[in-house]
């Protein structure tokens, strides 16, 4: 795929505090590109950089091999679909849609074909004479999808754009927004601190964090590949232990952590001393079959409705979860009960040590 958005070397600061620190990020044409984070880390901002609502103050912005750092908003081929939406509430539906392109002195007919193709899309076809506060959330977040296709940016950024809505919908919409993204192969650079959203949705993910990036990947690679324990962390649940690196035998990595010896398949440069060692609540079994053995006894057991979690303390009083799918409930142990948990070694993530961790 061909580059599209480039950011070279980002930095910016708001008075003395630096919130995002030279970020670099290549996005594809027709990519569903993530910026995930937790809520403060600088996405929002990074997207006002993107869109020209700001300047940064170092880096540059190229947009299909053109520098556009300095461009003002209204000039970039960009628009940006924001968390509220920013409906105009005196105008209808229609009117809402329409305004870039008469703005841009579009003729009326051509207005009113790309405004009903548009509203078409976003399956809102015949809601042109609505009012905005005469709409559902969910239907004002489609009209605001709308008034940004209509332009036919090379690029969409969207901020939070489910953030506001409930569960169900947002399940519903992210399903529309994906087929929508598709329909269209518009470029789609949307922020989120939704790991859920971001994995269901994004060709790519740049996992963010204190305005730097951790990791820039595609899902499958983040959740079973991830290069940090904030990533490891962000998505989905982990356990982690502490470990020691004992050296490399043939293709495995071996490894002790609280006195167990572990295994996990050796990555290409081979880490040594202490690291962490993650392993996912849904890889570990309870009957003690897998090459990695753990000795716990058991807490507690919580039934979630699609899985049992089974928590299980060490005897040096690290707490596991794991996940049990389909159990009936005679076949989970009980509390207080002697188990052995085990994993399969190219199942467990070996992670650097966390020197600067927060938690
Ligand atoms: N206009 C501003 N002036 C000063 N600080 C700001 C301003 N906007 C955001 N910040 C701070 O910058 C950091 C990043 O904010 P933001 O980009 O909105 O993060 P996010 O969208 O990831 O929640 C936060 O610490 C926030 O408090
Ligand atoms: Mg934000």
Redesign the pocket.
């Known amino acids: 795929m061909k580059s599209l958005l480039r950011l070279d070397a980002i930095s910016t600061s708001?008075?003395n505090?630096r919130?995002l620190n030279d970020i670099d990020i290549d996005v594809k044409e027709g990519e569903f590109f993530f910026l995930l984070?937790p809520?403060?880390?600088?996405?929002?901002?990074?997207l006002r950089i993107l869109s020209g609502l700001m300047h940064p103050d170092e880096g540059t912005v190229w947009l299909g091999g053109k520098d556009i750092t300095r461009l003002p908003a209204h000039q970039r081929d960009i628009n940006t679909v924001f968390q509220n939406y920013a409906l105009f509430p005196h105008l209808n539906v229609y009117d809402n849609v329409a305004f870039g392109l008469r703005m841009k002195k579009r003729s009326e007919p051509e207005i009113r074909s790309k405004v009903e193709e548009a509203l078409r899309l976003v399956s809102l076809p015949d809601f042109g004479k609505r009012m905005p506060t005469q709409m559902s959330g969910g239907q004002m977040q489609r009209v605001a999808l709308a008034r940004a296709i209509v332009n036919e940016p090379a690029v969409l950024l969207l901020d939070e754009p489910l953030g506001a809505l409930d569960v169900k919908l947002r399940k519903q919409m992210q399903f529309e927004l994906k087929q929508l993204q598709r329909k269209l192969g518009t470029t789609f650079i949307c922020?989120t601190?939704d790991q859920d959203e971001a994995m269901t949705l994004g060709d790519r993910i740049a996992v963010?964090n204190h305005?730097r990036f951790e990791q820039i990947a595609d899902a499958h690679t983040l959740y079973n590949q991830p290069a940090s324990h904030f990533v490891c962390d962000f998505l989905g649940d982990c356990n982690f232990l502490q470990a020691v690196v004992n050296g490399r035998v043939d293709d495995k990595l071996s490894l002790t952590a609280e006195g167990n010896p572990i295994s996990a398949s050796a990555p290409q440069t081979t880490p040594s001393g202490a690291c962490i060692i993650g392993v996912r609540p849904e890889k570990i079994s309870l009957d003690g079959s897998r090459e990695n053995r753990v000795e716990a006894s058991v807490e507690q057991v919580v039934f979630t409705g699609s899985h049992y979690t089974v928590i299980a303390k060490t005897s040096r009083g690290t707490s596991l979860s794991c996940r049990m799918f389909n159990d009936r409930p005679s076949a989970l142990p009980e509390t207080g009960q002697a188990i052995t948990l085990s994993w399969h070694h190219t199942d467990t993530i070996v992670l650097p040590p966390n020197l600067s961790q927060s938690q």
Do not use: A, F
């Open positions: 708001y008075g505090t919130v984070g809520s403060g880390c600088g996405k929002t901002t990074l922020v601190h963010m305005g």
